[in-house]
């Protein structure tokens, strides 16, 4: 059962724009999310994170967004660089401090 | 930022086999350390917690039989996958988490391949 789910398996995106990566959840005991980025054939990285009692939080180029009434983030990356290129996993937590549920990922793209 | 390695990184075995991933804290205590198994084009899927000093905590779906898991030190867990069958070919990931740290203080390791002939 995928209780985080993100459901564009690939975005593609020109240099300069902004990149926008969804993500959906279905458990109401998740209470931090975390979005982290991965390259081929290594671990993820961590990016940035939101505590449920916010609905938004920024962090550079990156900010994430949250709204736990539609059980909905969202990464926003503004403006996208080639170096973003990389595949953004999606994940939550029901407590503060162990096991996430992980989505499926979404491959960006960025074009020069 | 910190470290955590993984050894090896690719291992190919016969089926029947076992073969054990090491996952190491390189610069960090890790009171707790996870292990993850990722699919072809899927997520990444938590297979057992362990914490130092006592038996891992499995995820339902997961054999504590077939993946041993021990966390023997502050720095250090091995996962063990006995009896290797091909159907256990995948991605195998861990993390550690320092006792001070949150919840985004989990670092990743860089992954083994683990393909089971």
């Known amino acids: 059962d995928q209780q985080v789910k993100q459901n564009s398996p690939s975005l593609s995106v020109q240099e300069g724009r902004i990149s926008i990566l969804n993500c959906d959840y279905t458990?109401?005991?998740?209470?931090?999310f975390l979005w982290y980025k991965k390259y081929p054939a290594e671990g993820p990285t961590f990016l940035i994170s939101i505590s449920s009692i916010k609905d938004k939080n920024e962090d550079g180029r990156f900010t994430v967004f949250l709204n736990k009434s539609a059980k909905h983030l969202s990464l926003h990356i503004v403006p996208s660089q080639p170096g973003d290129s990389a595949v953004y996993f999606c994940a939550a937590s029901p407590n503060t401090g162990n096991q996430f549920y992980f989505g499926t990922g979404t491959s960006l793209t960025v074009i020069p | 930022g910190a470290v955590v390695s993984q050894h090896p990184s690719w291992v190919i075995c016969k089926s029947g086999t076992s073969v054990k991933i090491e996952c190491r804290s390189l610069?960090?205590?890790?009171?707790?350390m996870f292990w993850y198994r990722q699919f072809p084009k899927q997520s990444l899927m938590l297979m057992a917690t362990?914490?130092?000093?006592?038996?891992?905590?499995?995820e339902q779906g997961v054999e504590k039989d077939k993946f041993l898991i021990n966390h023997a030190s502050l720095t250090l867990s091995t996962l063990t996958v006995t009896s290797a069958h091909p159907e256990d070919s995948s991605f195998y990931i861990c993390s550690a988490r320092s006792g001070t740290g949150g919840v985004d203080t989990q670092y990743f390791g860089p992954g083994t391949r683990l393909t089971v002939l």
């Open positions: 610069d960090f205590q890790a009171t707790t």
């Open positions: 458990n109401s005991m998740f209470d931090y």
């Open positions: 362990s914490n130092e000093g006592s038996k891992a905590t499995y």
